[in-house]
T-cell receptor, first 112, second 112 residues
Framework: DADVTQTPRNRITKTGKRIMLECSQTKGHDRMYWYRQDPGLGLRLIYYSFDVKDINKGEISDGYSVSRQAQAKFSLSLESAIPNQTALYFC???????????FGQGTRLTVV | SQQGEEDPQALSIQEGENATMNCSYKTSINNLQWYRQNSGRGLVHLILIRSNEREKHSGRLRVTLDTSKKSSSLLITASRAADTASYFCATVLYYNTDKLIFGTGTRLQVFP
């Protein structure tokens, strides 16, 4: 089983709909991250969390919210999806800030 | 703009040749990491080099770091078709080890 699991893997949704992407991990790491990947732009950080009481905005948090339900679970919500949120979304975990990150397989989201 | 930018954006070589990718960054770092991504899948950590290190090796991978030039290079020796992927550098800042900031990536194509 994967250490970092994202669900769903693919999703098509309509403009204006609320959608939640989920991430769970078995690494036992405190730090969890949500990234967005667009062609030619690399990965950009949306939100990150160090524990269930600590949520931090990344560089592109507008239009997104997150919830850290437990150490192992970190979900990303789009309150009212818009087409330019069409992208590949990745969840990642790390033990500490200056160590390697472990990534999920990604969620391909299409907003029509 | 991105903290890290890779050069070239795309690289095509024959099997057996060496592949060199470069990463430049703007702000002092704690460490720099290289990741690999197979077509649309999750990123996999390759190697981490700390700011006080100049060179590291891992199998066919060799990473160098020049903090005076704020640059790093990833060398893959004796490339194989299976090395075809996108490669990203990512930095952890010296003054803020909370986040991993990614570059824009190099797409490597290795022809049999």
């Amino acid at each position: 089983d994967a250490d970092v699991t994202q669900t769903p893997r693919n999703r098509i949704t309509k403009t204006g709909k609320r959608i939640m992407l989920e991430c769970s991990q078995t690494k036992g790491h405190d730090r969890m991250y949500w990234y967005r990947q667009d062609p030619g732009l690399g990965l950009r950080l949306i939100y990150y969390s160090f524990d269930v009481k600590d949520i931090n905005k990344g560089e592109i948090s507008d239009g997104y919210s997150v919830s850290r339900q437990a150490q192992a679970k970190f979900s990303l919500s789009l309150e009212s999806a818009i087409p330019n949120q069409t992208a590949l979304y990745f969840c990642a975990t790390s033990d500490r800030g200056n160590t390697e990150a472990f990534f999920g397989q990604g969620t391909r989201l299409t907003v029509v | 703009s991105q903290q890290g930018e890779e050069d070239p954006q795309a690289l095509s070589i024959q099997e057996g040749e060496n592949a060199t990718m470069n990463c430049s960054y703007k702000t002092s770092i704690n460490n720099l990491q290289w990741y690999r991504q197979n077509s649309g899948r999750g990123l996999v950590h390759l190697i981490l080099i700390r700011s006080n290190e100049r060179e590291k090796h891992s199998g066919r991978l060799r990473v160098t770091l020049d903090t005076s030039k704020k640059s790093s290079s990833l060398l893959i020796t004796a490339s194989r078709a299976a090395d075809t992927a996108s490669y990203f550098c990512a930095t952890v800042l010296y003054y803020n080890t909370d986040k991993l900031i990614f570059g824009t990536g190099t797409r490597l194509q290795v022809f049999p």
